[in-house]
């Protein structure tokens, strides 16, 4: 639909039902508020932080309608400079202290704090222009002190404010705070729930009875307090109207200026005292539940640029193993052709020399290219890679390392979980070996832990009564931690031995399960 323009002035059709709104609002919220919980107050505030910037022009249209049904049968009795002056200057100071906070961006730690200014800073603005001018134009000023009459209405305005502007806020945000715990539903709503039940109970008891309904406000307390600890200011945002207004609902209330109950005043006093500590609250466990969430991302960002840098130096070294066996396959082939030449030669003690130490170089030279990257690892998988590569050839010659126990399927891993171990295993024994003097022995199991599955190295000292150096431990977080760290696995140093844990996300159950070797 097309706005209209009257004046100079586009007319948006939405924008006068939300000034009808806001003017029903206010002349209904109007007939059950007292002087110490004025609701259209709270109302004037959560308009707008709802409402765009944009768009309040129409909540002042709706204020000015607002007012003009109360104040134009009064005129007569409080003059019209009261009527008009009374009735134009409340709302853009209003507006003028919200728009004054919202300039500031609120993280979730400073919610509460940002909350609690807002609303005091407009009850205390508001209410001075209004008891300022009441005092000043009308023609018989109201016989009590300016100071208690503020103390009331300032306090009133101030418990509107801070019960309904929270929750305000929380539809305001809704689309740019995080999600809601869905593991956390049943049990908000089973809070919810009971303060609703616990809001009609107050309902139920009779007005006189202050002390029966200072209970139940008590009692609903807790549930409140557990919605803020569940889900932080939100959770403190909607806990606070249910806390609040079931016994403002249940005062007796003229509809008239002055309408005041002392019976449930100091009840009422506790309450927004309880409402400010539960944004308190709330503001607080948000702030550290954000900066836990962002000290997590900051983690798998890490672990991520890690693992992709691991990933790219393994893709470069294996480029290297492959050019150095076709160095060597283009060696071994030209040795061949010698010797074949030499014994046609008759040269044959010399060919069967040349054979002989070609085979034996020919061998080392797979070994050494393997340490680089173990190529049979992507076809056969960790454990004849390891021993069939050159590591284990390593282990042989120094007589210190015991035949490996190798048990599970490690071809269920991804290549990349496998390469970081193998290396990860190498760098160990070779820790043990140096630092640590006795025999060591290699134990290792594959397989599947609920809805995970991995593969446990236990890399070890053969004599159970030594007990790693405080070195060796040192080296092993140093050295080991980095690459196994980065793929969501563990180092352990125990006593005699380091406990090396990777894993990942299974979509298979097997029957085997991951224990220590």
């Given at each position: 639909m097309k706005?209209?323009?009257?004046?100079?002035?586009?007319?948006?059709?939405?924008?006068?039902?939300?000034?009808?709104?806001?003017?029903?609002?206010?002349?209904?919220?109007?007939?059950?508020?007292?002087?110490?919980?004025?609701?259209?107050?709270?109302?004037?505030?959560?308009?707008?932080?709802?409402?765009?910037?944009?768009?309040?022009?129409?909540?002042?249209?709706?204020?000015?309608?607002?007012?003009?049904?109360?104040?134009?049968?009064?005129?007569?009795?409080?003059?019209?400079?009261?009527?008009?002056?009374?009735?134009?200057?409340?709302?853009?100071?209003?507006?003028?202290?919200?728009?004054?906070?919202?300039?500031?961006?609120?993280?979730?730690?400073?919610?509460?704090?940002?909350?609690?200014?807002?609303?005091?800073?407009?009850?205390?603005?508001?209410?001075?222009?209004?008891?300022?001018?009441?005092?000043?134009?009308?023609?018989?000023?109201?016989?009590?002190?300016?100071?208690?009459?503020?103390?009331?209405?300032?306090?009133?305005?101030?418990?509107?404010?801070?019960?309904?502007?929270?929750?305000?806020?929380?539809?305001?945000?809704?689309?740019?705070?995080?999600?809601?715990?869905?593991?956390?539903?049943?049990?908000?709503?089973?809070?919810?729930?009971?303060?609703?039940?616990?809001?009609?109970?107050?309902?139920?008891?009779?007005?006189?009875?202050?002390?029966?309904?200072?209970?139940?406000?008590?009692?609903?307390?807790?549930?409140?307090?557990?919605?803020?600890?569940?889900?932080?200011?939100?959770?403190?945002?909607?806990?606070?109207?249910?806390?609040?207004?079931?016994?403002?609902?249940?005062?007796?209330?003229?509809?008239?200026?002055?309408?005041?109950?002392?019976?449930?005043?100091?009840?009422?006093?506790?309450?927004?005292?309880?409402?400010?500590?539960?944004?308190?609250?709330?503001?607080s466990i948000s702030y550290h539940h954000q900066r836990a969430r962002s000290r997590s991302l900051a983690e798998e960002t890490t672990l991520r640029l890690a693992r992709s840098s691991h990933q790219t130096s393994e893709r470069e070294l294996r480029d290297r193993a492959i050019h150095l066996k076709h160095l060597g396959e283009g060696m071994d082939s030209s040795l061949d052709e010698m010797v074949s030449w030499l014994k046609s030669q008759g040269h044959h003690a010399v060919a069967n020399g040349l054979q002989h130490a070609s085979s034996v170089h020919s061998r080392l030279f797979r070994e050494q290219a393997s340490l680089v990257y173990p190529t049979g690892l992507e076809q056969v998988g960790l454990y004849i890679a390891l021993q069939g590569g050159g590591a284990y050839e390593i282990w042989?010659?120094?007589?210190?390392?015991?035949?490996?126990?190798?048990?599970?399927?490690?071809?269920?891993?991804?290549?990349d979980l496998q390469l970081a171990m193998y290396r990860t295993l190498i760098e160990a024994v070779s820790l043990l070996l140096e630092l640590e003097s006795g025999q060591v022995c290699v134990r290792a199991r594959c397989g599947n832990s609920g809805s995970r599955r991995g593969i446990v190295v236990v890399v070890s000292l053969l004599d159970r009564r030594c007990v790693l150096s405080t070195r060796t431990t040192q080296q092993a977080v140093e050295r080991l931690a980095g690459r196994i760290m980065a793929y969501g696995g563990s180092v352990h140093c125990r006593s005699n031995r380091l406990r090396l844990v990777l894993h990942e996300p299974s979509t298979q159950l097997q029957s085997a399960i991951i224990q220590p070797a």
């Open positions: 706005d209209r323009v009257l004046s100079g002035i586009p007319v948006h059709p939405a924008g006068l039902v939300l000034a009808a709104a806001y003017a029903i609002a206010c002349v209904s919220s109007r007939q059950f508020s007292l002087d110490q919980f004025f609701l259209p107050a709270g109302i004037r505030v959560a308009a707008l932080l709802i409402v765009p910037p944009r768009l309040w022009a129409y909540v002042l249209l709706g204020e000015f309608g607002y007012f003009a049904y109360l104040r134009i049968p009064t005129i007569e009795r409080y003059g019209l400079e009261w009527a008009i002056l009374a009735s134009t200057l409340l709302m853009p100071m209003a507006m003028l202290v919200v728009h004054l906070h919202l300039r500031k961006a609120i993280s979730e730690a400073a919610t509460g704090l940002w909350l609690l200014s807002l609303s005091v800073s407009t009850a205390l603005a508001v209410t001075s222009i209004n008891l300022s001018l009441s005092r000043l134009l009308w023609p018989n000023p109201p016989p009590d002190t300016l100071l208690e009459a503020a103390e009331r209405v300032v306090f009133g305005h101030f418990a509107a404010i801070i019960t309904l502007a929270p929750l305000a806020l929380l539809w305001a945000r809704r689309r740019s705070a995080p999600p809601w715990h869905k593991e956390l539903r049943i049990p908000s709503l089973v809070a919810i729930a009971l303060m609703l039940a616990l809001g009609l109970c107050m309902q139920l008891i009779p007005t006189d009875a202050h002390s029966t309904r200072t209970h139940v406000v008590l009692l609903a307390a807790l549930p409140a307090i557990a919605l803020a600890f569940m889900h932080g200011w939100r959770g403190a945002a909607i806990a606070i109207p249910l806390l609040n207004l079931p016994l403002h609902l249940a005062t007796p209330s003229t509809g008239l200026p002055a309408s005041f109950d002392l019976g449930t005043f100091a009840t009422q006093q506790n309450m927004a005292v309880m409402s400010v500590a539960l944004l308190a609250l709330g503001s042989s010659n120094t007589h210190r390392v015991t035949q490996p126990r190798l048990t599970g399927n490690p071809c269920m891993l991804n290549v």
